[in-house]
C-alpha cells in the first residue's frame, strides 16, 4: 500500500457503505487518512462507518445522494463549517443497468447518466475548487473498461456511454486543474461485489488497490490518465 505523501489527509468517498467504495474507505483510513464515507442511505452508510471507526479508522459519515446537486452541494457546505478541507475525492457510486441498447428504457438511460456522469459532474463541482485553492487534490474517478473506445464498443449500452462519458469528464476536469490537483480515472478490474457478483475473478481488496493509490499520488504523479492494476491503460 501507497503513504499517504503529507499534502493529502482527508479523502471522501461516494458510494462509500458497500462494495469498492467501503473498501476503498478502509484502505485509506489504515493508510492514515481521515475518511468521510458519504453514502446516499443514512442507516447504511452510518452503520459502515461506525463499523471502520471500531476498526480504529477516522471515519465519519456524511449523507451524499450523487444524483442531487443540492444534496452534494450541503455536504460540501456541512464539511467546509466543520473545518473538513477534502483532498481526495473518489468519484465511486455507481450503477450497472444492462440492457442492450434496444431494450433499455428512456428511465434506465437517465438514471445511470444521473449516477454514473452527473454524480462526479456535482462532486468535482462541489470539491474541486477547494483542492485548487488550496493548491492539493486527488480526483478519482472509478470507471470501467466497459467504457473504453479503443478496442471496444463500450457496453453494456447505458453503462458503457456513462463510463466513457465519465472519462471524458476526467480529461476535461484535469485540463481544468492546476498539476496540484490530480485528476485519474481507474478500472478496477472485474470485482466480486454486489454489482460483479460473487463469481467475479478479483477480491474487492484488490480492486480498490488502485483507486486508494490513485488518491494517494504524490505530488509528481500523473494527471489525466486512465489506469488498472496501477498501470496505464487505453480510453
Ligand atoms: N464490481 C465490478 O466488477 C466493477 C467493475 C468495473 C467498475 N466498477 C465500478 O466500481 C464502482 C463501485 O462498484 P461496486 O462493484 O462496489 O458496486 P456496488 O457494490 O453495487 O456498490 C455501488 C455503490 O454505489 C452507491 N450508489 C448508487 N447510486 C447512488 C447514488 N445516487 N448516490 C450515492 N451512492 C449511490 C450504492 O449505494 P446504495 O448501497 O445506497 O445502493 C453503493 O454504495 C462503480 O462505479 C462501478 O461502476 C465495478
Same mark, same amino acid.
Given at each position: 500500500m501507497s503513504h499517504a505523501p503529507h499534502t493529502i489527509r482527508t479523502a471522501l468517498v461516494t458510494g462509500g457503505n458497500r462494495g469498492i467504495g467501503l473498501e476503498a474507505c478502509r484502505q485509506l483510513g489504515r493508510a492514515?487518512? $481521515?475518511?468521510?464515507?458519504a453514502a446516499r442511505d443514512p442507516e447504511r452508510g452510518r452503520a459502515a462507518a461506525e463499523r471502520l471507526t471500531r476498526q480504529g479508522l477516522s471515519v465519519r459519515?456524511?449523507?451524499? $445522494? =450523487? @444524483? $442531487?446537486g443540492d444534496s452534494v452541494r450541503a455536504c460540501a457546505k456541512r464539511l467546509d463549517a466543520a473545518g473538513v478541507e477534502v483532498d481526495a475525492l473518489v468519484n465511486n457510486a455507481g450503477v450497472y443497468p444492462t440492457e442492450g441498447f434496444f431494450s433499455l428504457a428512456e428511465e434506465t438511460m437517465r438514471r445511470a447518466v /444521473? =449516477?454514473?456522469?452527473?454524480?462526479?459532474?456535482? @462532486?468535482?463541482?462541489?470539491? =474541486?475548487?477547494g483542492m485548487v485553492r488550496r493548491g492539493r487534490g486527488r480526483v478519482v474517478n472509478v470507471s470501467s473498461g466497459l467504457g473504453a473506445m479503443t /478496442?471496444? =464498443?463500450?457496453?453494456?449500452?447505458?453503462?458503457?456511454i456513462t463510463k466513457a462519458a465519465l472519462n471524458a469528464l476526467t480529461l476535461v476536469v484535469s485540463a481544468a486543474?492546476?498539476?496540484?490537483?490530480?485528476v485519474n480515472a481507474v478500472c478496477p478490474g472485474w470485482v466480486r461485489t454486489d454489482m460483479g457478483g460473487s463469481w467475479?475473478? @478479483?477480491s474487492v481488496e484488490k480492486g480498490a488497490d488502485t483507486v486508494t493509490w490513485l488518491a494517494l499520488l504524490p505530488d509528481d504523479g500523473p494527471s489525466g490518465g486512465f489506469f488498472r492494476d496501477r498501470r496505464r491503460i487505453p480510453w
Open positions: 492514515g487518512l $481521515d475518511v468521510v464515507l459519515f456524511e449523507q451524499l $445522494d =450523487v @444524483t $442531487d /444521473d =449516477v454514473n456522469l452527473m454524480g462526479a459532474f456535482h @462532486t468535482c463541482r462541489a470539491f =474541486v475548487p /478496442d471496444n =464498443v463500450p457496453s453494456p449500452a447505458a453503462y458503457g486543474a492546476p498539476p496540484s490537483v490530480k467475479a475473478p @478479483t
